[in-house]
């Protein structure tokens, strides 16, 4: 039994590592799945984590903390869509740019509130069922936001592979040219997906100032959004790996932090760099086979699309 | 009413000029307006922040040691742009070339010869080459993404360095707090004029522009660089390989970043700490652009920079400003700067919707 | 070149002539932070600090402080920035300021520099450190006496000797009360990261810890031990607000006195430099209040931190063995500030091998 514990508490804990990077990874997956390349993750993830403190702090409702942490990062997408999208901008240099904005941002927006305990999203409980032993809990004793997270997971998979909005989105993301000339919305598509990657990080913030620690201090998102996106080409693009990827670095993290606790020596900076050197072994190896490869990676990520006339 | 985008068929030389005005008119109403929210006086903000850094001689000398990493580093990375190869990794190159330039002097401290600091810019210099290679290797040969991989190999680079100081590389002498040995003097850069910050290093970022410009106009890579960026079945036509391009812009925007890297630990540090950096290879790429790829404007664009950098220290110095604004006024400034730039190769013209074809509101 | 060279070199003439000038009126003191000013942890206390010598002095002294600076390249100019602005005395409050500190102080000799942290000094440069060690030898016996499995959980952010010091400054203490106690410890390798830090209280907590105390800056942890109804300490500051039924007390940085003694010194000319290391006899180490413990908790508390600062009392004092048995220091000996400072070994009760 009281192994069972153990491993109960490890898999709550990498839960809550996991899912801001779920969510993050979520919305950057449909951006880029529509050709769009956000490297500004991070800044989106910081007013997130500040809007949802705010909206929770100001009215007392964790509800309203994680609808503002979605606007908040909806919100600062907008600016990115209109300069890559519709000015053409290069998404590189300004995704680094909207990153800029947003640490800056988020910490001017948020100094009044450093210092004081947030409001914590409570867990959901289902008397009865949260109850049983070991899976209880991590079934069904987890906060809101860590359903959403799969349910997000869910419905973009299903959207995505059997929607015909679905496939449009796709099909702009491979070739916007041809998109075009079958008529579908390319700058509309690319909008909706760019604020839908926007509001899943915002997302991915509050559930660290309004789960993971509620409570607001500046840099607080510490790198996660690098993380996350190094996390979507590990996923090769496909939803369901992304989870299986969020959750392998919550659960190498976390074991990590046991392995000292245990006495186990490891070395940290060596153990940090596993998830970045796996990604580029994953690329590697989903480069190497060309159908794979062709399949999955939208073809125009990163390329600016302006119609020939 | 829809805003769509229209090609020119040769980018505006009116617009190249115009472009920085607007964007500066834009930054200046906008900053303007955010010292007033926060109850500043608009014009003495932005004479703190704009104009100040510029009046003293040590604040243009700071301005120039600020600005050279920038430039140097992103005159490699427009090679790589201009020829569509996604360098996004000079971060990684810089620590590596530092890493790499500093094994004499922490390895072999007591190495005092004139021929010390030469090797150490020539093993920084192809420590970055080797790092830079690596994502050119993996994208010529395997086919994967050079954005995703050169970002990936950063963060193992900063990783390294912070084990190498806080390991095997600190300083025996310094109660175990995580920094190399001090550079002896044999091992850094000589500086113009005693008790000045003004080294010699800083020479390198104008030096490679130049380079960069003349070999860009003239030579046979050059040509194979712009073609490859700009039609890259038609290079294939005339011979010349994606491939070795791809190689050969990320192998020397590398070496320049590994350049810049070592230059700053033997120049305005002194010694390897976990912190090298303040983001260089990010903002790098942001010179780059706002630059315009061009290396002459990287100069400029990296000075631009430094001088937003310098202004917002002053900002707080002077009128208590948080550090904060200094992040989102820049993140703004650049942004715009981005933005405006698009009107040099396109005309924007509005639509109304359904109707085709409607009036142009702007005449480019 | 040359020319452009002394054209700057009038008019840094003409800057320090300025200051020169407006120094008679008021002194300025500058200070820079690595962090924001408000920080919530480190950086914030030296911003009280800045804020109460501004109360204490009033218009004798005007304060400035740039914070969020990078320990990298960027240091030097900031300080010397200060330095031009006509700041007569720079607080540079993180370790990694020492070399740009040095280099800034030995172009500006008129200037003070008072450096937090570091071990080198000049004729124009001071440091300071504060007995932290002292206030963790008081949270160790708390612990021991609180806890009831006799496993505390401890947060580490890096190996470095202050960070060791400290855990071994708890060790001592709690086993001062139950020789049995053990120590278990998690090295988060970051100094502010409130998930990274509330992962490691979690692990702790899972692996039979009932109590945690952290050597980083964000109040996650405590809320983490509050959560699952475990004991905590505030760090750098009181956090009681985090964990109001949960906090057993705070180790504050108390900076103030010693900036308004160094303030006043420059005043009255008196300003000397010096290597000071103050603790709780000086008021730089300062405890928050006792809370959610038993009275006899509270009492003992209370008279080992009397003890501490009469003297009494001294955390390091013999017999102290390290972890693999070997002897730190024999009864009657206290291990000396010289070996504190460079403390690279556990003592015993603590677990784990300390990362090299």
Redesign the interface.
């Known amino acids: 039994m009281a192994d069972f514990a ?1 491993v109960t ?2 898999v ?2 990498v839960i ?2 996991a899912t ?1 990077l779920l969510l993050a990874g979520i919305g950057e997956l449909v951006a880029e799945r529509a050709g769009v ?1 956000n ?1 500004g993750l991070e800044g989106m993830m910081a007013v997130g984590a500040v809007g949802g403190f705010a909206g929770a702090a100001l009215t007392g409702s964790t509800t309203v903390g994680i609808v503002s942490a979605g606007l908040a990062g909806l919100l600062l997408a907008v ?1 990115f869509a ?2 890559v999208i ?5 998404q ?3 995704g ?10 988020s ?2 927006f948020g ?1 009044s509130f ?4 947030g409001l ?1 999203l409570p867990a959901l409980d289902i008397p009865g069922l949260t109850s049983i032993p070991v899976v209880g809990r991590i079934v069904f004793g987890q906060d809101a936001l860590v359903y959403i997270s799969f349910l997000l997971v869910a419905a973009i998979s299903w959207f995505l592979f059997r929607t015909r909005a679905g496939l449009m989105l796709r099909a702009v993301g491979d070739s916007h040219d041809s998109a075009h000339n079958l008529g579908i919305p390319v700058y509309a598509v690319r909008w909706a997906a760019v604020l839908f990657g926007g509001c899943c990080a915002g997302l991915g913030g509050g559930y ?1 100032s309004l789960a ?4 607001w ?4 998102t ?1 790198g ?1 959004g ?1 993380i996350a ?2 996390l979507v ?1 590990f996923a090769s693009w496909l939803p369901w790996r992304l989870v299986v990827g969020a959750y392998l670095f919550g659960a190498v ?2 074991l990590g ?2 392995a ?6 490891v ?4 153990i ?2 596993l998830p ?2 796996a ?2 072994a994953v ?2 190896v989903i ?2 086979n ?1 159908l794979v ?1 062709r399949a999955n ?1 939208p073809a125009c ?2 390329r600016p699309f ?2 020939a ?1 | 009413m829809r805003l769509d985008l229209v090609p020119r068929p040769e980018p505006s030389g009116r617009m190249a000029l115009l472009s920085p005005v607007i964007a500066t008119v834009l930054t200046l109403a906008i900053g303007a307006a955010l010292f007033l929210v926060l109850g500043v006086d608009p014009a003495r903000g932005l004479y703190v922040y704009f104009v100040e850094p510029l009046t003293a001689g040590w604040s243009l000398v700071e301005l120039v040691v600020k600005a050279a990493p920038l430039a140097l580093i992103a005159v490699g990375l427009a090679l790589c742009f201009r020829a569509n190869v996604w360098n996004i990794g000079a971060e990684g190159q810089f620590t590596i070339g530092a890493v790499c330039g500093s094994a004499i002097p922490v390895l072999l401290p007591d190495w005092q010869s004139p021929a010390v600091l030469p090797l150490m810019l020539l093993l920084g210099l192809l420590g970055g080459a080797l790092y830079g290679a690596v994502p050119a290797v993996l994208k010529n040969r395997f086919g994967a993404s050079e954005i995703l991989t050169s970002l990936m190999l950063t963060y193992v680079a900063l990783l390294l360095l912070d084990w190498l100081v806080r390991g095997p590389w600190r300083d025996p002498g310094s109660y175990n707090f995580p920094e190399s040995v001090l550079f002896s003097s044999a091992a850094t850069m000589p500086v113009m004029g005693e008790g000045s910050r003004l080294h010699w290093g800083v020479l390198f970022a104008p030096l490679a522009a130049l380079l960069a410009y003349l070999r860009l106009g003239t030579s046979v890579q050059g040509f194979a660089i712009k073609v490859t960026g700009a039609a890259p079945r038609a290079a294939r036509f005339s011979g010349f390989s994606g491939g070795a391009v791809t190689l050969g812009v990320f192998v020397v925007s590398g070496a320049l970043a590994g350049l810049a890297g070592i230059v700053e630990v033997a120049g305005t540090i002194g010694q390897l700490r976990p912190t090298i950096s303040p983001g260089y290879g990010f903002a790098a790429i942001i010179v780059a652009f706002v630059g315009r790829l061009h290396p002459l404007g990287i100069l400029v664009a990296a000075l631009l920079l430094a001088l937003t950098y310098l202004g917002g220290e002053g900002a707080q110095v002077t009128l208590g400003l948080s550090a904060n604004v200094t992040r989102l006024f820049q993140g703004l400034l650049l942004v715009i700067l981005l933005g405006c730039d698009t009107l040099i190769a396109y005309r924007i013209r509005f639509e109304r919707r359904g109707r085709p074809a409607a009036g142009e509101a702007s005449r480019g | 070149m040359r020319i452009w060279l002394r054209i700057a070199a009038a008019a840094a003439a003409l800057v320090l002539a300025a200051g020169g000038a407006g120094a008679q009126e008021k002194l300025k003191v500058g200070f820079i932070y690595v962090g924001p000013h408000n920080d919530g942890g480190w950086s914030q206390r030296h911003d009280v600090a800045r804020q109460e010598i501004e109360k204490a002095l009033g218009d004798k002294v005007e304060t400035t402080y740039v914070e969020n600076v990078s320990e990298g390249p960027d240091a030097e100019r900031v300080i010397e920035q200060l330095a031009r602005a006509g700041n007569k005395l720079i607080f540079t409050t993180s370790f990694g300021f020492m070399n740009p500190t040095l280099k800034v102080a030995q172009r500006f000799k008129d200037v003070k520099f008072e450096h937090a942290t570091g071990f080198k000094q000049a004729a124009n440069v001071a440091t300071y450190n504060a007995r932290f060690y002292e206030g963790r030898y008081i949270l160790g016996q708390i612990a021991a006496k609180m806890s009831k499995t006799g496993v505390a959980g401890y947060i580490g952010s890096f190996p470095i000797p202050e960070v060791v010091m400290g855990i071994n400054a708890y060790a001592l203490g709690a086993r001062s009360i139950n020789p049995d106690f053990k120590i278990k410890v998690v090295w988060a390798n970051t100094w502010h990261d409130p998930g990274k830090e509330a992962d490691a209280a979690k692990v702790l907590l899972d692996q039979g810890a009932d109590i945690i105390a952290q050597h980083t800056d964000s109040p996650a942890p405590l809320q983490i031990a509050a959560e699952r109804g475990a004991y905590g300490f505030g760090q750098a500051s009181d956090m009681i607000e985090f964990a109001p039924k949960n906090q057993l007390t705070a180790i504050i940085d108390n900076w103030g006195p010693y900036y308004i003694e160094r303030v006043k010194a420059v005043l009255d000319g008196t300003w000397k430099s010096h290597d000071v290391w103050y603790g709780i006899p000086e008021g730089m180490v300062q405890m928050a209040p006792y809370t959610n413990m038993p009275d006899d908790v509270k009492k003992m508390a209370e008279e080992t931190e009397e003890k501490i600062r009469t003297g009494q009392l001294h955390p390091f004092a013999g017999p102290i063995k390290k972890q693999d048995g070997s002897v730190a220091a024999e009864a009657g000996k206290t291990i000396p500030d010289s070996e504190l400072l460079g403390m690279n070994y556990y003592v015993e009760g603590v677990e784990g091998d300390l990362p090299k």
């Not at chain 1, 519709?86 to 290069?90: F, G, K, Q």
């Not at chain 1, 000292?260 to 020596?265: A, E």
Request: glycine letters at 6%.
């Open positions: 153990i508490a490890i709550l804990t809550t590592a801001p390349l490297l600016p209109f300069l519709n000015l053409a901008a290069n590189v240099a300004t680094l740019a909207l990153t800029l904005l947003g640490l800056g941002a910490a001017m100094e450093i210092g004081k305990p914590k660290l993971y620690t509620p409570l201090t500046e840099n607080m510490a996660r690098w996106l190094a080409v993290a976390i932090f046991h000292q606790g245990l006495g186990v020596r070395s940290s900076q060596f940090s760099m970045y050197l990604t580029i690329l590697v480069s190497r060309k490869l990676t990520l990163g302006v119609p006339r």
